[in-house]
Structures are given as C-alpha cells and as structure tokens.
Antibody, heavy 124, light 109 residues
Framework: QLQLQESGPGLVKPSETLSLTCTVS??????????WGWIRQPPGKGLEWIGS???????SYTPSLRSRVTISVDTSKNQFSLKLSSVTAADSAVYYC????????????????WGQGTLVTVSS | SSELTQDPAVSVALGQTVRITCQGD??????ASWYQQKPGQAPVLVIY????KRPSGIPDRFSGSSSGNTASLTITGAQAEDEADYYC???????????FGGGTKLTVL
C-alpha cells in the first residue's frame, strides 16, 4: 500500500518560487507502474492537474502552467518535487501529490493513492 | 473553462438514485474516472476504466457508464455518507494532458 506525504513551506511570497516535495513510502518510485503527479485545489474550488513525472524524468504538464512548472524526481530518496515559479495569489491552494497510473487498455489514467494535501498560501 | 463540464450541484432524496454527468469532446476517445471528495479530505477514486470498474472497498451502489461525449456516475440508493463533491477526470482533447471536471456537489436530502 503506497503512502505519499507532501512537505514544504506553507507561505510563499508573490513572484517567488513555490517548492514542494512528495515522499513515497510502501513502494519504490522506480516501480514503473506509476507516474507521479501533482494536483492542486484552490480554497472552495475544484481540482486541477498540474503535471506528472515518470521515474526516468519524463514529464507532462497542464498547458496553462507549462511555462512556470517543473516536476522532477529523486529516485535515491524515493521523492518527487514540484516547482512553480512567479507565483501570485491565484496559486494559493491545497497541493496534493498522487500516484498517476496509466491504464492503456482502458485509455485512461487514474490517481490511486493521494497524499493528505498541503495548503500553500501566496502572500507578502 | 474546463474541457470537462459538470453540473455544479445535484440533490437526491435518501435511498433514491442519482446520476452525475460529465461532458467533453475528449470523452469520445478517452475513458473517464470519477473521484469522491469529502470536506477536508483528499479525493478517493470510485469508478474508472472502460468497464467502469470499482476499486476495492467502493460500494456496489456506485456505477458508471458512458455514451458519446458524456460519462455518468450513478449512485443507486444514495446514502447520507455519499454526500460529497464528485469530480470526473480524463485526458484532454489533445491527449497529452489530464483534466478534471469542475465538480458536482451532491446533497443527500
């Protein structure tokens, strides 16, 4: 049973870079079964997929954030990370990390396991 | 606006059946999955895949279906504990990214 845990600052200043890390336990990030994703949810609003990374370092990002996002993986620490640059108040949200499992036979991806989420507020 | 469209709110009487829908052009090509989210909690996968599978532990009153550009989540015999936000998820129209619907708040009366 995978467990994921987000960590990072809860407060970031406008124009700076938001940095979060997700630690995976209960399995190896190199298993190949999963990609590793970040999803966010502004207070009172819906879910937004930010992007996902494979253990080889391959990434995919949502188009609206592609210019500001970097997701990377550290297999030695069983962790993956999110960096979002030039943040504004609109980036304030609960940020979740999750396992992203492609199901080619079903032509879909599913998020099986989720972290508890961490609230990041952008404010001076 | 999202590539996947959901009704913002739906209500159902206790024990009755409710259908929550998700519309989008990409659903003609890609399957939808459905997530339940209760206040203060992370989302939970409830339905996924071509044959609308249920993960272990999800009650069989949850089922899914799809037709054309619309995917549906049906709860047969809604219970009080089913009151939650429900989100559909699939690939976007270009296939190279994932998208969530805007979410549907389900109220059980």
């Amino acid at each position: 049973q995978l467990q994921l845990q987000e960590s990072g600052p809860g407060l970031v200043k406008p124009s700076e870079t938001l940095s979060l890390t997700c630690t995976v336990s209960g399995g190896s990030i190199r298993s190949g079964t999963y990609h590793w994703g970040w999803i966010r949810q502004p207070p009172g609003k819906g879910l937004e997929w930010i992007g996902s990374v494979y253990y080889t370092g391959g990434t995919s990002y949502t188009p609206s954030l592609r210019s500001r996002v970097t997701i990377s993986v550290d297999t030695s620490k069983n962790q993956f990370s999110l960096k979002l640059s030039s943040v504004t108040a609109a980036d304030s949200a609960v940020y979740y990390c999750a396992s992203d499992e492609p199901l080619p036979g079903d032509n879909t991806n599913i998020f099986d396991y989720w972290g508890q989420g961490t609230l990041v507020t952008v404010s001076s | 606006s999202s590539e996947l469209t959901q009704d913002p709110a739906v209500s159902v009487a206790l024990g009755q059946t409710v259908r929550i829908t998700c519309q989008g052009d990409s659903l003609r090509r890609y399957c939808a999955s459905w997530y339940q989210q209760k206040p203060g909690q992370a989302p939970v996968l409830v339905i996924y895949g071509k044959n609308n599978k249920r993960p272990s532990g999800i009650p069989d009153r949850f089922s899914g279906s799809s037709s054309g550009n619309t995917a549906s989540l049906t709860i047969t015999g809604a219970q009080a504990e089913d009151e939650a936000d429900y989100y559909c998820n699939s690939r976007g129209s270009s296939g190279d990214h994932l998208v969530f619907g805007g979410g549907t708040k389900l109220t059980v009366l």
